[in-house]
């Protein structure tokens, strides 16, 4: 059987630091998550959300986590699968809105000496004199995370098919470059009200638009809400009629699992792209 944490001791954890220190300790708490015992999974749980993604902070050992985070999840016997999820979309993508741009040129723009700097002012107090040093590392560690975390693309689109992870999925592709495949997913997706509200953003395809207006005469409310929401985002005034009913005069449902904004939160930016 395939373990999802082979590779630990490949990593060299000692020269990489996370929100607390020297991320030594990172291993043992990546093995917690695959404890029988619920209270030691949610103590790793926790720890490692403090520590690889603080406060919406990305710090030097958050990309060598992702891949770990994505084999735990990708793996059916593990535990918490939606919980490791949720970890793996903070630690990849942050705390930014949509639409999203990879934009990281300030940490891009950093030397390898500059950034070895930044991870040793981590080990001292520092006197704030390199304060646009960390600012600008900062952005690299996220755009390191981000990078890691698309290079798994693949798995993301796989993941759509599987009804536990694919209304988060969808919400997590929303922050990546769209291909033919993963368009094809979302709309064949296990959780389609999520899949709609991603392919609000989604540009270049237009079989999107043809889904989402047959999407309008669906069984489930949220499914024709959020296919009303995407199309006002896709086609703002030249809007259908059916699905500006639908969002005048029809309660929003809940947002699906993975999205933070509500469902009314969506019909009012949906309104406001008609015009209304």
Do not use: C, K
């Amino acid at each position: 059987m395939h373990d999802p944490l082979a590779g630990l001791a490949e990593v060299p954890w000692l020269r990489l630091h996370h929100a607390h220190g020297t991320a030594n300790d990172l291993p043992d708490r990546l093995r917690m998550l695959r404890s029988p015992s619920p209270t030691t999974r949610g103590t790793a749980l926790t720890w490692l959300s403090r520590a690889v993604y603080h406060q919406g902070a990305r710090w030097p050992v958050s990309a060598a986590v992702v891949p770990f985070l994505v084999a735990l999840v990708d793996d059916p016997t593990t535990a918490d699968r939606e919980s490791l999820l949720s970890l793996l979309r903070g630690v990849v993508v942050g705390d930014v809105a949509l639409p999203f741009t990879a934009d990281f040129a300030a940490g891009d723009a950093l030397s390898d000496a500059e950034v070895t700097e930044a991870a040793r002012l981590l080990s001292s107090a520092g006197d704030g004199s390199r304060d646009e040093l960390m600012a600008a590392v900062a952005v690299r560690w996220a755009a390191d995370a981000y990078r890691a975390g698309l290079a798994h693309l693949p798995t993301y689109v796989r993941w759509l098919s599987d009804p536990v992870l694919a209304a988060q999925t969808a919400e997590l592709l929303a922050y990546f470059p769209m291909s033919q495949a993963a368009v094809d997913a979302l709309i064949a997706a296990a959780a389609p009200a999520s899949a709609n509200l991603t392919l609000a953003y989604v540009t270049g395809f237009p079989q999107v638009d043809a889904h989402l207006t047959a999407a309008l005469d669906a069984p489930t409310i949220a499914v024709r809400m959020t296919a009303a929401v995407a199309l006002a985002f896709r086609l703002g005034p030249d809007l259908p009629s059916p699905a500006l009913d639908m969002l005048v005069d029809v309660t929003p449902p809940p947002a699906p699992p993975g999205w933070d904004r509500s469902m009314r939160g969506f019909v009012a930016l949906a309104l406001r792209r008609v015009g209304l």
